[in-house]
């Protein structure tokens, strides 16, 4: 893919977004302000999932390994 081609491709995709989320009928000021609140909003949703998601899915295999029968040991039992 040439660059003139990409450039109209990503130029589409813009068009696009905008006749989905109807902002091509904002003001310049408007726009602005829906532009910063939605990526701020994902902004703040990929942070949140890069912080929790691996301490759930931790939780959950370790519960889901508890289940199956496949304990850790304990650290008492160890020592012994």
Do not use: R
Not at 11 to 30: A, D, G, H
Not at 34 to 63: D, E, K, R, W
């Amino acid at each position: 893919m040439d660059f003139k081609s990409m450039k109209y491709y990503l130029y589409w995709l813009y068009c696009q977004f905008e006749l989905i989320t109807c902002s091509y009928l904002m003001e310049p000021w408007e726009k602005i302000l829906f532009y910063t609140f939605n990526i701020t909003m994902l902004v703040m949703i990929s942070y949140t999932a890069y912080l929790f998601i691996p301490g759930h899915i931790s939780t959950a295999f370790q519960f889901f390994l508890h289940l199956l029968g496949n304990q850790h040991e304990n650290a008492v039992s160890i020592v012994k």
